[in-house]
């Protein structure tokens, strides 16, 4: 009767080699993610935060015109829209 199988002293082995292999690979510096914004990103952030301001201005304006009741609806431009969208058949 065989108590050893000398396959099983061989797959012993290989769990041990992966288990150093682990402890070494955790045991390296890990990298830490680095992230870096184009000039041309941080144009693009500059100007969309100056067109910020003058858009809350005009929103801010709007607000007063319709709390006070003066702002005026244009028909004629609503009226342009809708036959745009109407002709162009959205339902096909």
Do not use: C, W
Request: proline share 2%.
């Amino acid at each position: 009767m065989k108590i050893n199988e000398p396959q099983r002293i061989g797959a012993l082995n290989n769990y041990l080699k992966q288990n150093e292999s682990r402890a070494a690979s955790t045991s390296q510096k890990r990298q830490k993610d680095n992230v870096q914004i184009s000039a041309e990103a941080k144009e693009m952030l500059s100007s969309s935060q100056a067109q910020s301001t003058e858009r809350s201005k005009q929103i801010e304006q709007l607000k007063q015109e319709v709390s006070s009741g003066t702002y005026h609806v244009e028909a004629g431009k609503i009226a342009e829209k809708l036959m745009a969208y109407f002709k162009s058949d959205p339902g096909k």
